[in-house]
């Protein structure tokens, strides 16, 4: 099956010579070509060039992309959306004065998803998920990573893993699954915070390792949640059981967790609202990618992750969404896009940079997809006719996106 996209005003995010991820000045290099042809072949970006170097191709499959671009799908690194329900009412509590913490301190917060999922089944729960994933799907995002940490039980975080494996196997998208049983402390725990690190380790681990119900470990290190003591432990235990380090850190309080994320091999240290000089210093030099989540700023009105700063000190970013019921129930990579060129000061170049290539590595995907590469995945973008890619951070909040492709089928 061979599709032909021609005429294509710009082919956005070129990369011949495969990379891993851009950092630093890179940023705000994106390679693309006017004029340009792009051909997929069984679900894969087979050649691309300039028009004048088109091949004679026979296929009735021809998308005439005059006027429009093409770029590689939003690559979302972090989310949370297989929960159940919302958090509508914490929404309102919050615009009538109430912090984020104060709610969770009074058992709303993540402890009130983990109520709310615990007596929801597990069908059920796939249907409200799944809702939310054809969603993101249609708004450009081409991969993505999913946690679990709304369960708290080791029956109600089996149950979430189970949700995105079913995913995974339903749908056309790439899907990293992530576990996030330290996501807070439930009520049962509430004066045994060790016993349940236990549980996570000796019970939940080894069961998801024998299903293979995820790829990463993951763990919300801040004041009140979580310890670096508390991190590194889990971190480890997750290592030993195959999975790969990733953590929630930095959100509200810098405690450390940063350097124990680099220190443990972490993939990604993910939020980083509030960024001491030591940790950017931490970051230099690794292959740790650091994640900025702008819509989780947006939604509780709290700091901006430094990109600026951290961008200009030679460090790599990358944008997710964040999607769930708490702290960002939106999951539009194309509204991150914009809010991180709006409020971070990110050019187009490094917010595109950040949301594709750079969120494929922080999924350990970026030999799969995150930029137009022969040989990667057709997950593709075709854009509405508009001026330039500046355009789509530019004209937030309106869809320039016309059809997307995932390994090469357009989704309907
Ligand atoms: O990434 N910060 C921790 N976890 C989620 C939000 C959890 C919630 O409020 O449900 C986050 O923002
Ligand atoms: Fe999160």
Request: hydrophobic residues 40%; neutral net charge; contains cysteine.
């Amino acid at each position: 099956m061979k599709t032909l996209f021609k005429n294509i005003k710009e082919l956005i995010q070129v990369r011949t010579e495969p990379i891993s991820f851009v950092s630093g000045k890179q940023m705000n290099v994106l390679p693309t070509i006017k004029n340009a042809f792009l051909l997929v072949e069984n679900g894969v970006i087979s050649n691309f060039g300039s028009m004048q170097d088109c091949p004679t191709i026979t296929t009735d499959k021809i998308v005439d992309a005059s006027g429009k671009l093409v770029l590689p799908s939003w690559c979302d690194s972090h989310t949370h959306i297989v929960y159940a329900g919302n958090r509508e009412g914490e929404f309102v509590d919050r615009i009538n004065g109430f912090t984020y913490e104060e709610i969770a301190v009074r058992g709303g917060g993540i402890l009130n998803s983990a109520k709310q999922l615990q007596e929801t089944s597990e069908e059920e729960l796939y249907q409200q998920s799944k809702v939310r994933l054809k969603d993101i799907i249609h708004s450009g995002t081409g991969a993505i990573e999913i946690k679990s940490g709304y369960g708290l039980t080791v029956e109600a975080e089996l149950k979430m893993l189970r949700v995105i494996k079913r995913l995974k196997e339903t749908f056309p998208i790439e899907i990293k699954a992530t576990f996030l049983g330290a996501h807070a402390v439930p009520l049962k725990f509430k004066n045994n915070k060790k016993g349940y690190l236990q549980l996570l380790i000796n019970d939940m681990m080894p069961k998801i390792s024998e299903e293979k119900l995820a790829e990463f470990v993951d763990i919300f290190c801040e004041s009140g949640y979580f310890t670096v003591e508390d991190t590194e432990l889990i971190l480890r235990a997750g290592i030993k059981n195959g999975l790969t380090p990733k953590i929630h850190v930095n959100q509200f309080t810098a405690i450390g967790g940063v350097k124990a994320g680099v220190k443990n091999g972490a993939l990604s240290v993910d939020h980083l609202e509030v960024m001491r000089n030591e940790d950017i210093e931490v970051l230099k030099g690794t292959s740790t990618m650091p994640v900025a989540l702008p819509s989780c700023s947006y939604f509780l009105s709290i700091p901006y992750t430094p990109a600026r700063k951290m961008i200009d000190a030679g460090l790599p970013l990358a944008l997710a969404s964040d999607y769930n019921p708490g702290s960002s129930p939106s999951g539009n990579m194309n509204f991150v896009v914009a809010t991180a060129c709006i409020k971070m000061k990110m050019t187009p170049e490094e917010a595109i940079n950040a949301a594709t290539i750079n969120g494929a590595y922080a999924m350990g995907l970026e030999k799969e997809v995150g930029s137009i590469t022969v040989g990667k995945k057709a997950n593709l973008l075709l854009t509405k006719p508009i001026p330039s890619y500046g355009f789509i951070p530019y004209a937030f909040g309106n869809s320039q996106i016309e059809k997307v492709y995932l390994k090469g089928l357009e989704i309907e």
